[in-house]
């Protein structure tokens, strides 16, 4: 069964996320932690450790630059940030610099249950309401201007490529893809790749990303 290490100087927290993973992963072992220095010797001690989940404010952290130590240090182990944060520059940022995952403290159980699941089967988890919000910076407002699709490269799309990128954008995996689109989870990594090689993207946080504000109904009614 899995092996999780859960960083957090909380104990609340630690208390709290522990019962998560032991209802929705029953028999997985859990270790705890609640400062950097220590999370990075469990990861050096514990190299079978199948996931980290990591919060953004707990000692030693320094930002995001905690995140990067564990990286360079453990970069076998999937890391997922936990964290109160809701800044969608913030979460963006974190998967940049290599986390697998963004949880935010307040999801109820049963999303927080469902995007361990996701990352465990080896998928990213962005938290989708964040990555749609409409409250970025006038600074985040000309990015985005900037890393709009343009309809050419969305008119190039077919139809079925749409729909699988308007799950993507909706925080989907490939499997959860594959059960409301009702085709094999094969046929939706295929689309995938399509849809990377016409919009010019190389991953698909940078597909997400671009599509974040996309009105799909527009180009599904042709």
């Known amino acids: 069964m899995y092996k999780i ?13 522990s019962s998560v993973i032991a209802n929705g ?20 001690e514990e190299d079978d450790l199948d996931l980290i989940l990591l919060d953004l404010n707990m000692p030693g952290m320094n930002g995001l630059n905690g995140l990067m130590s564990l990286r360079n240090d453990s970069p ?9 944060e ?30 361990l699941q996701q990352i465990l089967d080896g ?8 990555i749609r919000s409409e409250k970025p910076s006038d600074g985040m407002h000309r990015r985005h201007d900037e890393s709009k699709i343009p309809p050419e490269m969305l ?15 909706e925080g989907e995996s490939n499997k959860q893809i594959a059960y409301n689109l009702n085709i094999a989870e094969t046929t ?7 849809i990377l090689r016409k919009l010019g993207v190389h991953n698909r ?18």
């Open 155 to 169: 008119s190039s799309l077919t139809r079925r490529q749409l729909l699988v990128l308007e799950r993507m954008s």
């Open 123 to 130: 998928n990213v988890y962005l938290p989708s309401d964040i």
């Open 25 to 44: 992963f029953p028999g997985c072992e859990t270790l705890e932690t609640e400062d950097l220095d220590s999370a990075l010797i469990i990861a050096q």
């Open 205 to 222: 946080i940078q597909a997400v990303l671009t599509a974040g504000n996309v009105d799909f109904n527009h180009y599904l009614k042709r």
């Open 86 to 115: 809701q800044d969608k520059q913030i979460v963006l940022q974190a998967i940049t610099y290599g986390a697998v995952g963004f949880i935010t403290k307040s999801s109820p159980r049963e999303q927080m249950t469902e995007a």
């Open 188 to 194: 939706v990594k295929a689309h995938v790749s399509a």
């Open 5 to 17: 290490l859960i960083a957090d100087d909380h104990p609340l927290f630690r208390e709290a996320i």
């Open 76 to 84: 076998t182990i999937p890391v997922v940030i936990v964290s109160a």
